[in-house]
């Protein structure tokens, strides 16, 4: 089988082997894998920005879609020819993290899936939407299950309420759909009115260019009326966290994502509105089926912006670090 492996902080180092197949052992699965996505954070590792994995050899990406080809002994709950994804923490199925599953999360402490097959954890996979295809299914594991955990698994979304999106990448563009479907009301910031069109296309209330509107926190406002929001989908970090501050409504939420920026944060607002800020690391396997169930229901179907063929995975990493896009890009195995 093929697979790829990265050297953490070197650059240029994704490159292509082969290796023999591996068989399952006792509670275990083979998977074939058919597409995976790439996110953020997978820049990071193959930068080196993730100090803890040191400058080991690893197998790259931890959102990954395929179908079952063997089952281990012991196993009950997959068959051969089943379509699953893995789950981004393979050991934790359900209740608050703990510090043992930090060892097992995909594509970063744990082999990743950029491969043509992958042994899993019989416990480490779900069951694919049956209205998705491999590709729209690889999107979930992290951007999927963040979206889901940041606006139900904490205070739970409100028809009535406000969300505010930062960027409009995989993260955003979940939140959106959820959202929207939810009846709630949805402002986004981008720095491109292209996307911020797109967005305003498929639900969102109110668009703000951050570039032209540099204090957008009071366009926020703003356009809630002087409210403020409920719930923020804060993917920036320490550059956009004090701006978000400003623009939440009384008892807020900030569902903390990302670091894509560097800055410090006057905490003074989070107080003034008695307001929340949670960090989100994905989410766990019992939260990816509540997610699926709800994709069911809504019939809603990720956003893929763009598919690469295996032999081209580098292009789907450079595509990433130039952020054109919107919603997810996949590489097709």
């Known amino acids: 089988m093929k697979r790829y492996t990265v050297n ?3 650059k240029g180092s994704l490159r292509i082997e082969e290796i023999e197949t591996p068989s399952p052992q006792r509670g275990e699965v083979l998977i074939r894998l058919r597409a995976a996505s790439v996110n953020y954070r ?18 790259p990406l931890s959102d990954g879609a395929g179908e079952v080809v063997e089952v281990g ?25 703990r510090e043992d599953d930090i060892a097992n999360d995909l594509g970063g402490t744990a082999p990743g899936v950029l491969s043509e097959y992958r042994v899993f954890d019989a416990r480490g996979l779900v069951r694919i939407p049956a209205h998705l295809d491999y590709a729209e299914a690889a999107t979930l594991p992290c951007a999927g299950v963040t979206a889901w955990n940041a606006l139900y698994e904490g205070r739970p979304l409100r028809s009535d309420e406000t969300v505010l999106l930062i960027g409009t990448g ?47 926190e009071q366009k926020v406002r703003a356009a809630t009326g002087g409210r403020g929001v409920d719930h923020v989908l804060e993917v920036g970090g320490p550059g956009t ?82 952020a054109e896009h919107i919603g997810k890009i996949v590489i097709s195995i």
């Open 42 to 59: 997978d820049l990071l590792v193959a930068r080196g920005a993730y100090k803890a994995l040191g400058d080991r050899p690893l197998v």
């Open 73 to 97: 002994d012991g196993v009950s709950n997959w068959k051969v020819g089943d379509r699953v994804c893995g789950t981004f923490s393979q050991t934790w199925t359900g209740g608050a993290r």
């Open 8 to 10: 953490p902080g070197t």
């Open 241 to 322: 966290l004090e701006r978000s501050l400003a623009t939440l409504a009384l008892g807020g939420q900030i569902h903390l994502i990302g670091v894509l920026t560097q800055g410090s944060t006057n905490l003074l607002p989070l107080i003034r509105t008695n307001s929340t800020v949670r960090g989100i690391m994905v989410g766990s396997r019992e939260m990816f089926e509540r997610l699926n169930r709800s994709l069911e229901r809504g019939a809603i179907h990720p956003v893929v912006h763009q598919t690469y063929k295996f032999e081209d995975a580098p292009a789907a990493f450079e595509a990433l670090e130039r």
């Open 170 to 216: 995989g993260v955003s563009t979940f939140g959106l759909q959820l959202a929207v479907r939810a009846g709630a009301r949805v402002v986004v910031i981008s720095s491109s009115n292209e996307k911020l069109a797109q967005y305003k296309d498929w639900g969102a209330s109110d668009v703000i260019n951050y570039r032209d509107e540099p204090d957008w």
